[in-house]
């Protein structure tokens, strides 16, 4: 099955730095991949996706491709906010059948202002 | 649409006691998932059902807990004499399966979530 391992947190930045959150997955076949994010309090919502190979997600500032060759998608943004602060989970999904997502453990961002 | 909604939304029982949680997803989703998310934990697969079809099942579900569809719209989720090791947010999703040239892309819409406590 699908398996996801992303950088260990917590990371902590100040306002306006730059972010990386890496991710890399095994899989079978070519799955699409997710990441969701968790604000406290709240419930997963998800942030950007990428179906297939060199498709970049994009959403909010943030941005992720899907790079086949790596089986990587690393989650990057140009300038945090506060309002950034939030756990952030990398998923691929299941090539076939359920299509079901495969979570990692989440990374946890603290941005402070 | 008012998205996927969880009742209740926190549970706080005695161990040994049975617990049912209710979803109900988007109208036009046909598919329907049940999580599990630990603290400080990334959500683990429990569940799927196509319409009323509960097609997959995680090494996970023990024979304590069951989950029914029975009309492909709302679903429960049933856990049998709880053990403190059953404490845990549940989380269901939907989503409604489309391809486009030939890809799928299904995106889950995940509900609030139903935190249980077992004493």
């Known amino acids: 099955g699908n398996s996801v391992t992303q950088m260990e947190g917590p990371v902590t930045l100040s306002e306006e730095a730059f972010l990386t959150i890496n991710c890399t997955y095994t899989a079978t076949g070519y799955p699409s991949l997710f990441w969701y994010v968790q604000y406290p309090g709240e419930g997963l919502q998800l942030l950007l996706k990428a179906t297939k190979a060199d498709d970049k997600g994009s959403n909010k500032g943030f941005e992720a491709t899907y790079r086949k060759e790596t089986t990587s998608f690393h989650l990057e943004k140009g300038s945090v906010q506060v309002s950034d602060s939030a756990v952030y989970f990398c998923?691929?999904?299941?090539?076939?059948?359920?299509?079901?997502?495969?979570f990692g453990q989440g990374t946890r961002l603290t941005i402070n202002p | 649409d008012t998205g996927v909604s969880q009742d209740p939304r926190h549970k706080i029982t005695k161990r040994g006691q049975n617990v049912t949680f209710r979803c109900d997803p988007i109208s036009e989703h046909n598919r329907l998932y049940w999580y599990r998310q630990t603290l400080g934990q990334g959500p683990e697969f429990l569940t799927y059902?196509?319409?009323?079809?509960?097609?997959?099942k995680s090494r996970l579900l023990s024979d304590r807990f069951s989950a029914e569809r029975p009309k492909g719209s709302f679903s429960t989720l049933e856990i049998q004499r709880t053990e403190q090791g059953d404490s845990a947010m549940y989380l269901c999703?939907?989503?409604?399966?489309?391809?486009?040239?030939?890809?799928?892309?299904?995106?889950?819409?995940f509900g609030a979530g139903s935190r249980l406590t077992v004493l």
């Open positions: 998923a691929p999904a299941s090539f076939q059948g359920a299509q079901k997502l495969v």
């Open positions: 999703a939907s989503s409604s399966h489309r391809l486009a040239g030939g890809v799928g892309a299904n995106v889950l819409t």
């Open positions: 059902f196509q319409n009323e079809a509960q097609l997959e």
